[in-house]
């Protein structure tokens, strides 16, 4: 004893480590929130690029098939019905499995117009809008690209405008075949069936427009085969029709809603 203080041994102290205080909520929150971000470019890059390389595969078989990039029969100038029912059936049933699959993860948008539709109608945020077509878009041509290095022969599934059709009415076409896809998913409620009726509307959407406009009610369809095979004059028409058909079908969609809230 010195002092009338009593020595305490160093090792009988208590020894105080740094504690890890567990994250707080709102950093849970964002952490999550990135999380499911992250998981959405995926599911759209992914899925969009499943979409179309299937859909692209079935168009090069479909026009490969009769030897000629046309959708005329050889000997006749009248659709070759056949052709037009395989495009139209590869990409709707690829669209109606696609979805299925990734409608959990991230919507399972794979259309930028589809894309701008959620947003005009807030279903998604902005954020989520932008990075979606981008998944789409880098999706579209990565696609369109496999399809041209995986399969033999030139790669001949860019949408072009049949002959006897203006620029203007190509432009209409595609406007009204895409307000009918998008108002089938903005109008449907989510369900198991639901992917197979937006493959059915794709479906009747392609079998109305493929032999005219070849049917791409979707920038990002169009706009990688283009990056691969080059852009037509008229390539703007695959952007401003189908993005005129999102807006389109989201003024209907939300004038039925307010005439329906009016009437309760």
Partial sequence: ???????????????????????????????????????AFLGELIGTFMFLFLAFTGT???LNAAGTQQLTSSDKPAPDVTKLIYIAFAFGVSLAINVAIFADISGGKFNPAVTTALFLTGKITWHRAIQTIISQMIAGMTAAGFVSGLLPGPLIIATTLDPSMSTTRGLFLETFVTAQLVLTILMLKGGSAKPMYIGFSLFIAEMCSV?????????????GPAVVVGFTSYHWIYWVGPLLGAVLASGAY??????RQEQE
Avoid: C, D
């Avoid at 939300?254 to 005439?259: D, E, P």
């Fill in 211 to 223: 032999y005219f406009t070849g049917g791409s009610l979707n920038p990002a369809r169009s706009f």
């Fill in 254 to 259: 939300a004038l039925i809603k307010w005439v």
């Fill in 60 to 62: 090069q078989i479909a």
């Fill in 1 to 39: 004893m010195t002092g009338g203080t009593t020595e305490k041994n160093p090792q009988t102290l208590p020894i105080h480590e740094p504690s890890s205080a567990p994250p707080s909520e709102a950093a849970r929150k964002e952490h999550s929130a990135v999380r499911r971000e992250i998981a």
